[in-house]
């Protein structure tokens, strides 16, 4: 293992790191494990290159996804809940953090063995392209893959610093005392890159007792023994001291005072404080001109303590290591018009967690203990992948098996009873084609599937809650058609296609008996929709990025046959985005987003809903650049029209509190700084 770690990697589907030796114009789709131009490819797939001096808040990914179709987020202002995000559906039952969809981060997981992921110690500020993988994924991530989130962040070929060091700074204030400092450094010593980022936020926040502040600080550095061989080494490191958590609201309570916190929030100060370090290596040798070696290592620490808003087991203390490894293998060859690439690799990831959890009385000083368990989960993954280009058509196949083991032990009773174990094997297939039209066009296809667990998380609610563990893992199968075309820089289009069948729908449900959600397989769903997405330039100065999507999403056969063709809740039957940029020749940037959201239902019942809204976002900047410095002082306006709408809505809530007000009117401002 160490000797893999040293030599270590990327598994070139999850650490690619050759695009830091590469133009950023040739850069190609990596999230698909191996390589291809985004026109060849079979799946539906979105690639977004990002400036790194964005003129918008770093404080959510949710600004950077919205061209996306397909994707939907919620909660970018409660930070303690962290931002929720699905993708066609997977990933709306989460109640804090992401389910169901893997978060990669320059090659190296940032989602959890069990499904967890995580987005608060990501430097946003330092993301310059971001790859999503619409629909089940499991063949290249194994589990809780149905979409593929994978950003990668500001590396040697972002600039040139080969001439000069880099040096990026941004200072930022916007409503409710928010606060955002920002320095980035970037140098080349011979054939060894650095870069060293730090950040600060902190904000009052909108709502009553929705305040946060945090600091992140990352090392980077790449080294290229050779032309055949490269290094890149990480070390990130999150402290969040304060993240308030306002809590949800009922519609009458959210209608009166929008800016209110629930009152039982408040009185058990509910909110979490979170450290967390990692640790990452990654090596790829090129063995001889069509052969590759690549693999990786990572390890992270993660100390939580969260405070929920109720006395029993309200309190939660948390200490989780992960940590992961994998090696691949890749082969070309080439002979007449075929290219064929096969790619051999595995992965093995351990999760590690310990939990209390206390009881509390207000006004009683102390606290009891109530729970006191270790929660493991392991995974070994092995997979084939085999790539075929036979002149305008290309063919991609593969395979992949996942043993994963999840295990509860109770170190807080005598008898063990809250004790668990079991094991989740899966076997993912996926084929897919793409036929390329003569005018930069293409017709693409494919079948590809993905299994989802439980997380730890969700399984030990259950044993808590006196419910059966033994809940099982959701799998689907995806089928998929699709379009798409790019004519130089001027034009770039896709339409998809697309129906999502799922067997053991994981949901939670709100129990009079349990504070926290519990979690249960309610049947099968069937997901369908469409997705278009277009980013025209008829000239140099404008730019429009337009994305629709339409997603029926429902029961198919609830274990509650009443419930069976009802929609599923959180998510909107439409959405779609729509900007426009123009750049004024004296360096006047003006862009305005325009973001509607369809009526989304709130239970499983369909009873209860949330209306339509349209959202407006307007920014303004302006550009002085010499020799030696670049200065962007910008404005950013937040909820243009004033819409009344809720930033987060919690899907089968408790005692009808399903609502967490968005604020009105406000802005954000600031100045980015180049050297």
Same mark, same amino acid.
């Given at each position: 293992?160490?000797?893999?770690?040293?030599?270590?990697?990327?598994?070139?589907?999850?650490?690619?790191?050759?695009?830091?030796?590469?133009?950023?114009?040739?850069?190609?789709?990596?999230?698909?494990?191996?390589?291809?131009?985004?026109?060849?490819? $079979?799946?539906?797939?979105?690639?977004?290159?990002?400036?790194?001096?964005?003129?918008?808040?770093?404080?959510?990914?949710?600004?950077?996804?919205?061209?996306?179709?397909?994707?939907?987020?919620?909660?970018?202002?409660?930070?303690?809940?962290?931002?929720?995000?699905?993708?066609?559906?997977?990933?709306?039952?989460?109640?804090?953090?992401?389910?169901?969809?893997?978060?990669?981060?320059?090659?190296?997981?940032?989602?959890?063995?069990?499904?967890?992921?995580?987005?608060?110690?990501?430097?946003?500020?330092?993301?310059?392209?971001?790859?999503?993988?619409?629909?089940?994924?499991?063949?290249?991530?194994?589990?809780?893959?149905?979409?593929?989130?994978?950003?990668?962040?500001?590396?040697?070929?972002?600039?040139?610093?080969?001439?000069?060091?880099?040096?990026?700074?941004?200072?930022?204030?916007?409503?409710?005392?928010?606060?955002?400092?920002?320095?980035?450094?970037?140098?080349?010593?011979?054939?060894?890159?650095?870069?060293?980022?730090?950040?600060?936020?902190?904000?009052?926040?909108?709502?009553?007792?929705?305040?946060?502040?945090?600091?992140?600080?990352?090392?980077?550095?790449?080294?290229?023994?050779?032309?055949?061989?490269?290094?890149?080494?990480?070390?990130?490191?999150?402290?969040?001291?304060?993240?308030?958590?306002?809590?949800?609201?009922?519609?009458?309570?959210?209608?009166?005072?929008? $800016?209110?916190?629930?009152?039982?929030?408040?009185?058990?100060?509910?909110?979490?404080?979170?450290?967390?370090?990692?640790?990452?290596?990654?090596?790829?040798?090129?063995?001889?001109?069509?052969?590759?070696?690549?693999?990786?290592?990572?390890?992270?620490?993660?100390?939580?303590?969260?405070?929920?808003?109720?006395?029993?087991?309200?309190?939660?203390?948390?200490?989780?290591?992960?940590?992961?490894?994998?090696?691949?293998?890749?082969?070309?060859?080439?002979?007449?018009?075929?290219?064929?690439?096969?790619?051999?690799?595995?992965?093995?990831?351990?999760?590690?967690?310990?939990?209390?959890?206390?009881?509390?009385?207000?006004?009683?000083?102390?606290?009891?203990?109530?729970?006191?368990?270790?929660?493991?989960?392991?995974?070994?993954?092995?997979?084939?992948?085999?790539?075929?280009?036979?002149?305008?058509?290309?063919?991609?196949?593969?395979?992949?098996?996942?043993?994963?083991?999840?295990?509860?032990?109770?170190?807080?009773?005598?008898?063990?009873?809250?004790?668990?174990?079991?094991?989740?094997?899966?076997?993912?297939?996926?084929?897919?084609?793409?036929?390329?039209?003569?005018?930069?066009?293409?017709?693409?296809?494919?079948?590809?599937?993905?299994?989802?667990?439980?997380?730890?998380?969700?399984?030990?609610?259950?044993?808590?809650?006196?419910?059966?563990?033994?809940?099982?893992?959701?799998?689907?199968?995806?089928?998929?058609?699709?379009?798409?075309?790019?004519?130089?820089? !001027?034009?770039?289009?896709?339409?998809?296609?697309?129906?999502? !069948?799922?067997?053991?729908?994981?949901?939670?449900?709100?129990?009079?008996?349990?504070?926290?959600?519990?979690?249960?397989?309610?049947?099968?769903?069937?997901?369908?929709?469409?997705?278009?997405?277009?980013?025209?330039?008829?000239?140099?100065?404008?730019?429009?990025?337009?994305?629709?999507?339409?997603?029926?999403?429902?029961?198919?056969?609830?274990?509650?046959?009443?419930?069976?063709?009802?929609?599923?809740?959180?998510?909107?039957?439409?959405?779609?985005?729509?900007?426009?940029?123009?750049?004024?020749?004296?360096?006047?940037?003006?862009?305005?987003?325009?973001?509607?959201?369809?009526?989304?239902?709130?239970? !499983?019942?369909?009873?209860?809903?949330?209306?339509?809204?349209?959202?407006?976002?307007?920014?303004?900047?302006?550009?002085?650049?010499?020799?030696?410095?670049?200065?962007?002082?910008?404005?950013?306006?937040?909820?243009?029209?004033?819409?009344?709408?809720?930033?987060?809505?919690?899907?089968?809530?408790?005692?009808?509190?399903?609502?967490?007000?968005?604020?009105?009117?406000?802005?954000?401002?600031?100045?980015?700084?180049?050297?």
């Amino acid at each position: 293992m160490l000797l893999l770690a040293m030599q270590s990697a990327v598994v070139s589907a999850q650490i690619d790191t050759s695009g830091l030796w590469v133009n950023v114009d040739s850069i190609q789709i990596t999230a698909t494990r191996i390589s291809k131009t985004w026109l060849r490819s $079979s799946r539906a797939v979105s690639d977004i290159q990002l400036p790194v001096t964005k003129f918008l808040p770093d404080l959510t990914l949710q600004d950077r996804l919205t061209h996306i179709p397909g994707v939907f987020s919620l909660n970018a202002q409660n930070m303690a809940q962290d931002l929720r995000i699905s993708i066609r559906g997977f990933g709306t039952r989460s109640a804090f953090g992401v389910r169901g969809i893997k978060l990669i981060i320059d090659g190296i997981p940032e989602t959890t063995t069990d499904g967890q992921g995580q987005l608060d110690a990501i430097p946003l500020a330092l993301i310059s392209n971001l790859e999503v993988i619409r629909g089940p994924a499991s063949l290249l991530y194994g589990n809780a893959s149905g979409g593929v989130i994978s950003m990668k962040t500001l590396g040697p070929s972002n600039s040139n610093l080969l001439a000069r060091p880099l040096v990026l700074a941004k200072l930022a204030y916007g409503s409710f005392n928010t606060l955002q400092a920002q320095a980035t450094y970037a140098a080349q010593l011979s054939n060894t890159s650095i870069l060293g980022h730090g950040s600060y936020s902190r904000s009052d926040g909108f709502r009553a007792h929705s305040g946060y502040s945090q600091a992140q600080f990352k090392l980077r550095g790449d080294h290229r023994f050779s032309k055949y061989s490269k290094l890149t080494a990480s070390v990130d490191y999150l402290t969040s001291p304060r993240a308030q958590d306002p809590g949800g609201l009922d519609l009458a309570r959210s209608d009166s005072i929008r $800016s209110l916190a629930r009152p039982d929030n408040v009185d058990f100060d509910a909110g979490e404080e979170v450290q967390q370090l990692k640790g990452s290596v990654a090596y790829s040798y090129k063995v001889s001109p069509t052969n590759t070696f690549d693999t990786y290592a990572f390890y992270v620490n993660r100390g939580f303590d969260g405070r929920l808003p109720f006395g029993t087991s309200g309190v939660i203390a948390l200490d989780r290591d992960y940590f992961g490894q994998g090696a691949s293998y890749t082969v070309v060859r080439n002979k007449n018009n075929l290219k064929q690439t096969i790619k051999w690799g595995y992965d093995v990831s351990s999760q590690l967690d310990s939990r209390q959890r206390f009881d509390v009385l207000l006004g009683v000083p102390g606290r009891l203990l109530s729970t006191n368990q270790e929660e493991i989960f392991k995974n070994v993954g092995v997979y084939v992948i085999s790539d075929f280009n036979l002149g305008a058509f290309s063919f991609n196949m593969g395979w992949r098996f996942d043993h994963n083991n999840i295990k509860l032990v109770d170190n807080f009773t005598d008898t063990g009873e809250r004790s668990f174990s079991e094991d989740f094997t899966a076997f993912n297939p996926s084929i897919g084609i793409n036929y390329e039209l003569p005018s930069s066009a293409a017709l693409f296809g494919s079948f590809s599937t993905a299994f989802e667990t439980p997380t730890l998380n969700e399984v030990g609610n259950n044993v808590l809650a006196g419910l059966p563990a033994n809940l099982r893992p959701q799998r689907s199968r995806n089928y998929e058609v699709g379009a798409r075309m790019e004519i130089e820089k !001027n034009l770039k289009g896709q339409i998809v296609l697309f129906q999502t !069948n799922t067997l053991d729908e994981l949901l939670p449900v709100a129990l009079d008996s349990f504070p926290s959600p519990v979690f249960e397989n309610v049947g099968t769903t069937i997901r369908r929709g469409l997705e278009l997405e277009v980013d025209y330039r008829p000239f140099p100065a404008f730019r429009t990025q337009a994305a629709y999507s339409y997603g029926q999403f429902a029961f198919d056969q609830h274990t509650r046959t009443e419930l069976s063709g009802n929609r599923l809740p959180g998510l909107p039957l439409h959405t779609g985005t729509l900007t426009t940029t123009y750049e004024h020749t004296s360096s006047v940037t003006v862009s305005l987003e325009n973001r509607y959201v369809g009526d989304i239902f709130l239970d !499983n019942e369909n009873k209860v809903g949330e209306p339509a809204y349209l959202l407006g976002h307007l920014t303004v900047s302006y550009t002085y650049k010499n020799e030696h410095l670049r200065a962007s002082p910008f404005l950013n306006v937040r909820n243009l029209y004033n819409t009344i709408y809720h930033d987060n809505l919690r899907i089968n809530a408790f005692g009808a509190r399903y609502y967490e007000p968005a604020p009105g009117l406000h802005f954000f401002a600031g100045i980015n700084i180049k050297l």
